[in-house]
């Protein structure tokens, strides 16, 4: 019955040539793996969080092969060479990117290129149609040196700026001159947006970042009207930068259920050790920034000189090792189960299986099979859609014993302590497998979301032994025996811990349970085993449901329509 699965499908970002084949078209970047990005832009890139946020979620699939990532953006820089009276207090004219951007190509020799431009390309005036022409024309630019290099660019509409933060701080329309910015300074940004969005029709790459943030900022401001993404209207705090990342992700159509995470913090809960991770690009990308700026030289005054090329070359590299460290991807070989990753490999000796969703929900939630994994497997593959991890540890024959227990004890360390699963599983027992997950639960209630039990064996007495309704098993009874200890029958029906006698431990820890099963099952009889369950666990105050099929019997397991199954599990996972 066991037709499994344990793999990892995180796709491979735009990184990867076979990705991007697959979901931006044949052409879109034949042949060769990207193995270099550079990020450009203006302050908000320099920033870095939705750069790093970008290697995260490259790096949290560890199937990968090596790519480098180097954020190479520049406070204060525009594209079209323009810059407003008196910058920075005089200080300097705002650097572009024009007079750099050759030899940062040379130095980082990039296979693809992220440009988000156009926030200081307007130098925060009105609408002018002589601007609007160097903002072009610098785009223009910019493309076609990527482009001649044989490296990709996909560009970025320019943030939102939000004049709400600083509404004392704007000047209206109609002046010669604007020492502070234009109050309607977003217009300008939208005309700037829709000018790169129409460039689609070209066979450019844009991501609407632009769009996103005003419609975020409406639907916010319905609720709490002094709602901001950037404190002085410009420069987006995480979660601004946590949207374009997002945008740029949802765009790459890599990702379907990046969109549940409302923000970083709900992202990185979902990788393991994500927060550390997190932070360790962030110092990785930081120290190659700084150091490669300064080496391929620019003219913005003030900025760090950072470490020589290869010191800090050096140092990014021990980061990434203790990056790779902390992401303790699964081992084993890697297949495919309806169409989601599988991996195999051993545990405590025993052969393990984990499914791993292309998305892992908040939590890393997940569901374990007792027995007959990939049997009627609708309910799985909807969890996994859910971002579910599905496992399975196959001990045959052992029906649940002490042995198996302990062998279930080393597979949920390996899952919580080396792969970073949510501490609670959802317990699927189909059949015999209610024995390995009644008996596994009672002894660790408080690692137990859920249990969903099919047709499920809830007392070895009366299978497979046969000592009431049920025809029972002569070969699996002597499983029994040897599996627990038993010195013979008699000392087996005298034992008291069956699951049906043994569940105040689960109502203690208010486990939910359903149950489902066919009210025609003589080999599996209810009144033996669902029944009493139901029966004992409500008078114990615990929560049972139970769905019976009309005229089933033991085959066939599960329910033409999985969505009741599908939603307990989903819901006790969510509970604190």
Aim: hydrophobic content about 40%; proline content about 7%; aromatic content about 10%.
């Amino acid at each position: 019955m066991i037709d499994a699965a344990r793999s990892q499908f995180l796709w491979a970002f735009v990184l990867l040539s076979f990705w991007i084949q697959t979901c931006l078209g044949a052409d879109f970047f034949p042949g060769n793996q990207v193995k270099r990005v550079v990020f450009l832009g203006d302050s908000i890139t320099h920033a870095g969080q939705y750069a790093a946020t970008l290697e995260v979620f490259y790096t949290d699939d560890p199937t990968n092969p090596p790519v480098e990532f180097f954020n190479l953006g520049l406070p204060s820089e525009t594209v079209s060479g323009l810059s407003e009276p008196g910058h920075a207090g005089g200080q300097f004219p705002r650097p572009e990117l024009n007079e750099r951007l050759d030899r940062v190509l040379a130095l980082a020799k990039p296979d693809l290129v992220f440009a988000g431009y156009g926030m200081n390309d307007g130098i925060y005036y009105p609408f002018s149609e002589e601007r609007f022409v160097r903002f072009k024309e610098g785009i223009q630019r910019l493309r076609e040196k990527v482009l001649k290099t044989g490296a990709q660019i996909i560009h970025l509409t320019p943030s939102t700026f939000d004049p709400l933060p600083i509404k004392t701080r704007t000047l209206p329309a109609g002046l010669d001159a604007y020492p502070q910015p234009y109050e309607g300074y977003n217009t300008v940004l939208d005309r700037y947006s829709e000018w790169l969005l129409a460039q689609r029709s070209s066979n450019w790459n844009v991501v609407d970042t632009h769009g996103a943030m005003n419609k975020f900022l409406i639907d916010r401001r319905k609720t709490d009207p002094m709602f901001t993404l950037a404190g002085d209207g410009v420069h987006l705090n995480d979660l601004g930068h946590w949207l374009i990342a997002r945008e740029v992700l949802q765009y790459l159509k890599g990702s379907e259920g990046i969109s549940k995470s409302q923000n970083i913090g709900e992202y990185l809960a979902t990788v393991t050790n994500g927060k550390e991770i997190y932070s360790l690009v962030q110092k990785k990308q930081a120290v190659l920034r700084d150091s490669m700026l300064a080496t391929a030289g620019h003219k913005r005054p003030g900025m760090s000189k950072g470490l020589p090329l290869e010191e800090a070359r050096k140092q990014a590299s021990e980061i990434g090792d203790e990056v790779r460290k902390l992401a303790k991807p699964f081992p084993g070989k890697r297949t495919r189960w309806n169409n989601y990753d599988r991996y195999d490999y051993e545990v405590d000796g025993k052969p393990v299986l984990v499914v791993v969703p292309i998305q892992s929900a908040v939590g890393k939630p997940w569901v374990w099979h007792g027995e007959f994994f990939g049997h009627k497997p609708a309910p799985d593959i909807a969890l996994l859609a859910r971002g579910f991890h599905v496992v399975y540890m196959s001990v045959p024959d052992m029906l649940g014993s002490p042995v198996a227990v302990r062998h279930w004890n080393a597979f949920y360390d390996d899952l919580r302590q080396l792969r970073g699963l949510g501490k609670k599983a959802a317990l699927v027992g189909l059949s015999r497998g209610g024995l390995y997950c009644y008996n596994w639960a009672t002894a660790n209630p408080d690692r137990v979301s859920a249990i969903y039990a099919d047709a499920a064996v809830c007392d070895f007495k009366s299978w497979p032994g046969g000592k009431g309704k049920a025809k029972g098993s002569p070969r699996d009874w002597q499983f029994v025996l040897q599996g627990y200890g038993f010195k013979d029958d008699a000392e087996a029906l005298a034992y008291t811990k069956n699951p049906v006698d043994n569940l105040a431990p689960l109502a203690a820890a208010q486990v939910p349970l359903l149950h489902v099963y066919g009210d025609a099952d003589e080999l599996v009889p209810f009144e033996e085993n669902t029944g009493k369950v139901a029966e004992r666990y409500r008078k114990l105050g615990g929560n049972i449901q139970i769905i019976a099929k009309p005229g089933v019997g033991h085959h066939p397991h599960g329910l033409e329509d999985s969505t009741p199954i599908v939603e307990f599990i989903e819901k006790a996972a969510a509970r604190p």
